[in-house]
């Protein structure tokens, strides 16, 4: 299967503690996104690259929120001094320069104690 | 600002019974429209689009058509079936050149035998 992969898909974590979650794209895929879905609502943007730049990041991505993706392929969005309110579904997508279709990835599920 | 306003589910329906799920939207400029599904335990998946006015996605069964003028993009099947439960989301994208997705809410069809 070569669609988007997340890991982990499961973290549970106590307050305060740093957490980092990874995303592969499809490959060959120059965009990658980052998603928070709660329960009950459609997924929130909270940044998106193209290849290693950030372009863009949400005004729900404070400054605890990191995302990296160093060589233009995989992505990392890091979490410090988790809060309870950071508990959700951190979904990652990616698509080809020019298309608007997006692939999402599975998810991590973030439970923070 | 841009918004995405769907039917509240959840929507109980019969085997083979229509499906209506209507979703409007704001949104500068001329933007992308997508419908994303996600069945129970699974992640979010295409499930059609349409790019510009009039055009009509279809998949599945279902479809769905650029409503530009009402801006709208409401979802319908004729003949529904249980494996078709899930919740729907509606998406346009918001404009600009990259395609950032903004979802609406959701909603759950429930379909029983």
């Known amino acids: 299967d070569t669609g988007v992969s997340q890991d982990p898909r499961h973290k549970i974590t106590k307050r305060g503690q740093n957490v980092t979650f990874r995303c592969d794209p499809i490959?060959?895929?120059?965009?990658l996104y980052w998603y928070r879905q709660t329960l009950g609502q459609g997924p929130e943007f909270l940044t998106y690259f193209q290849n290693e730049a950030q372009l863009e990041k949400s005004r729900l991505l404070s400054d605890r929120f990191s995302a990296e993706r160093p060589k233009g392929s995989f992505s990392t969005l890091e979490i410090q001094r988790t809060e309870q309110g950071d508990s959700a579904m951190y979904l990652c997508?990616?698509?080809?320069?020019?298309?608007?279709?997006?692939?999402f990835g599975p998810g991590t599920r973030l439970t923070v104690l | 600002g841009n918004s995405v306003t769907q039917m509240e589910g959840p929507v109980t329906l019969s085997e083979e019974a229509f499906l209506t799920i209507n979703c409007t939207y704001t949104a500068t400029g001329y933007p992308s429209l997508f419908w994303y599904v996600q069945y129970p335990g699974e992640g979010l998946q295409l499930l059609l689009k349409a790019t510009k006015a009039d055009d009509k996605g279809s998949n599945k069964g279902f479809e769905a058509t650029y409503r530009k003028e009402t801006t709208s993009f409401h979802l319908e099947k004729g003949s529904v079936q249980v494996s078709d439960s899930a919740v729907y989301f509606c998406?346009?994208?918001?404009?600009?050149?990259?395609?950032?997705?903004?979802f609406g809410a959701g909603t759950q069809v429930v379909v029983t035998p």
């Open positions: 998406a346009p994208t918001k404009g600009g050149s990259w395609g950032k997705l903004q």
């Open positions: 490959s060959e895929h120059n965009r």
């Open positions: 997508a990616s698509s080809l320069l020019g298309l608007d279709e997006q692939f």
